[in-house]
């Protein structure tokens, strides 16, 4: 079983990136995801979720209009495309799959500086 991020990277502020999360081992399709981030000296928050067939999105407020969750079962991945990226953005971003179990991903580090 893995979830595996990837996508991370140096951007500038106001720029664009988009991380996905590859899984495998597991019925995907049965599971919903969320996207978490932490950032150094600071908690691990939720960023944005979607149900297992895509009908129900959440983002957090510190996101919302500037982040897209979406979800591809027949590739079992999901994507977090980000735009308007600001330094207050910079952290380790994880997928985190819940279903019939909980799987975390490894984690891949977004860094948005000038």
């Known amino acids: 079983v893995q979830l595996v991020e990837s996508g991370g990277g140096l951007v500038q502020p106001g720029g664009s990136l988009r991380l996905s999360c590859a899984a495998s081992g597991f019925t995907f399709s049965y599971y919903g995801v969320r996207w978490y981030r932490q950032a150094p000296g600071k908690e691990r928050e939720w960023v944005a979720g979607?149900?297992?067939?895509?009908?129900?999105?959440n983002y957090a407020d510190s996101v919302k209009g500037r982040f897209t969750i979406s979800k591809d079962n027949a590739m079992k991945t999901v994507y977090l495309q980000m735009s308007s990226l600001k330094p207050e953005d910079t952290a380790v971003y994880y997928c985190?799959?819940?279903?019939?179990?909980?799987?975390w991903g490894q984690g891949t580090q977004v860094t948005v500086s000038s």
């Open positions: 985190y799959a819940q279903g019939a179990s909980t799987y």
């Open positions: 979607i149900s297992s067939h895509g009908g129900m999105i």
